[in-house]
């Protein structure tokens, strides 16, 4: 049998060609029967589709994926786990690369592979906390999403509580309920200490 794994750790892979569509198209143009997804950062050890699929490849199947990074980020955790399929008797293809054998040369360039996977994670968080760190010295800096609604508009939008139901205050505001019921929650709560 033919498994597939592809794998996305953020929503903007979405845009640069890794989204989880792009990769299960590739996988299926090779030959994937059934392709497990995950949608979760390769520095989580615990990915449930992976681990579904780990527990059904056996000897005999071939696991196909689109990149070396999309099953592992770590070198250490990369090495052993494709290590262990190939113990297993399980073909491993990275469509990037071609198949992958226990050779010695097979074993070190997926070595040198792997380790600038991880080479390149670990510079991506240094680089986001190098531009926090920056963001977080301006005196306007705040952590997390821009707001959509200045305070006068979600005061406004309670205000109008007072007398409309929460969907006629959403139709004029084009605020969500979700947004109304924690401003309303806030509110109530300020006003409670």
């Not at 794998?7 to 198209?25: F, I």
């Not at 390769?42 to 999309?70: F, M, S, W």
């Not at 054998?101 to 991506?124: Q, V």
């Not at 409309?164 to 309303?184: M, N, P």
Request: aromatic fraction near 4%.
């Amino acid at each position: 049998m033919v498994y597939g794994y592809c794998r996305v750790s953020t929503q903007t892979q979405a845009k640069d060609g890794n989204s989880l569509e792009a990769q299960e198209q590739l996988l299926k143009e090779n030959g994937a029967e059934e392709i497990y997804s995950d949608a979760f950062t390769g520095t989580k050890a615990h990915r449930p589709e992976l681990d579904k699929l780990l527990a059904v490849l056996q000897a005999g199947d071939k696991l196909v994926i689109t990149k070396l990074d999309r099953i592992a980020r770590s070198a250490s955790q990369g090495i052993e786990l494709i290590q262990s399929l190939l113990d297993k008797g399980i073909t491993v293809h990275v469509l990037n690369m071609g198949l992958l054998d226990n050779t010695p040369t097979g074993k070190l360039i997926r070595n040198i592979m792997l380790a600038f996977a991880e080479f390149e994670r670990d510079m991506i968080i240094e680089r986001t906390q190098e531009g926090k760190a920056i963001a977080r010295r301006q005196p306007d800096f705040r952590e997390g999403r821009p707001r959509l609604y200045n305070r006068k508009q979600i005061q406004h939008a309670l205000d109008l509580l007072q007398d409309h139901s929460y969907r006629q205050v959403t139709e004029l505001t084009g605020i969500s309920k979700s947004t109304l019921i924690r401003a309303k929650n806030k509110a109530a709560a300020v006003q409670d200490t």
